[in-house]
């Protein structure tokens, strides 16, 4: 049986949205809504649109989250605070809500469907594109985007061509390839004079070094701190959950340092990764704590003291592979140097990390292109006339939290709206 015919895309639209993911679906209704019977075609390469909505949160899609600032951000804070300015939470609830999906918020500060299912997200968006006539043309991966006669773009697919009058690109970074998004964008982007910042993993759970005494934790998980270094200086500093995996690492305090590491490690800038089981407190105070509880209860062994803490496990190899002491020996037992040892593998255990696990288990891309080649108030693009930009292909990554997809319904708010005002 032969293929069925891709949806016709026409040879010329008043806009053409290039990926139709979370920022680009955004973009097409915004820009539908702000120009009623303007023709607007949207293009996707992938044959569905909205694999990666589907399988974001865990199948839950963690739409937003209750607070966001530009803090939670990796990018340029000016820009990032202005963008959220203009489309916040609470117009993303809002605007939610106008789709018929209704929002509520974990104990976390995550936001997602009440329905518990990211289809509805992906249901509820492209509804509404076809509600307002935009075209969707699946099965068109875009090539190029060139400048045509008379100011207009052409963006040529893989089907012909489509001249508009404004292009906008959001065709996402280079996670999870399998879902359409391959980092082919920066390409079209940058033969249009555009740069690209070198791209990196980023929120991607972190693999060890083979053989290392951590693999046996697989499935066990506990709050820790984590310390990253480049070149002896520490660059990140974060608390939160850590998951052990049979490969290495991950939960969210992983996967938001990971960035930190990967940029480290790419810079050969000699990244280190430092747990802690003692967040906020250091050397120091932690050896204080040990002395105090040897005083008060001589015979506690040093996993019954850790236990509070992290499960019984996870305590007896940390202590056993960071310091090289028997963890059911009591503190009061220890001698000084092996005090020492105990009291630096509790909050400077240096964990070794490979590498990241790869592109099809990172969230999003850190890179990209740089917002100063953005006008903030429109996703214009300062290089390219009629150009703008969306989403992750921007170079400004957000922490694991909802932060991601808030940052491609805010940019693909401006960028529809300016499209249809001409700014
Ligand atoms: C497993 C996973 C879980 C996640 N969970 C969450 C979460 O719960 N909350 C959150 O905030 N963030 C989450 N993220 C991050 C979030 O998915 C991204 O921030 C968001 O999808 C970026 O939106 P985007 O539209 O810019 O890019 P994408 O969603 O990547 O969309 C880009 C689209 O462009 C298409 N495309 C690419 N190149 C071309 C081309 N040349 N021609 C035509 N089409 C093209 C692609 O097929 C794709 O459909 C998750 C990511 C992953 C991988």
Redesign the pocket.
Known sequence: MSEPAPPPCPATADVAV???????LATAIFAAEAAPGARIVL????ARIG???L???GGR??VTHDVVTADDFNGVRPVVRNVLAAFGVGATIAWFASLGVDLEREETGKLFPVSGEAATVVRALVARCRALGVTLATG???ADVERAAGGALRVRHAHGAVAARRVVM????R??PR????G??WE?VARLGHTVTPTHQALVPLVLAPGSPFGALAGVSHPVELATFAGGKLVDRRAGSLLWTHVGVSGPVVMDASRHWVIAAAARAAPELRLSLFPGEDFAAVDRRLAACARARPKLSLTRMLAERVPERAAATLVRAGAAVEPATPIARLTREERRRVVHALTALALPVERPRGWNY???TAGGVPLAEIDHRTMASRVVPGLHL????LDCDGRIG???????WATGHLAGRATATGD
Do not use: Y
């Open positions: 290039v990926g139709a993911g979370a920022a680009g293009l996707e390469g992938a694999a990666k909505i399988v974001s949160g899609c963690n068109h991966r875009v959001a065709t996402g970074g996670s999870l879902s359409g998004s391959d082919g964008g079209i990172a969230e999003i969306a989403g992750e292909m909802g932060f991601n997809f808030q940052w491609a």
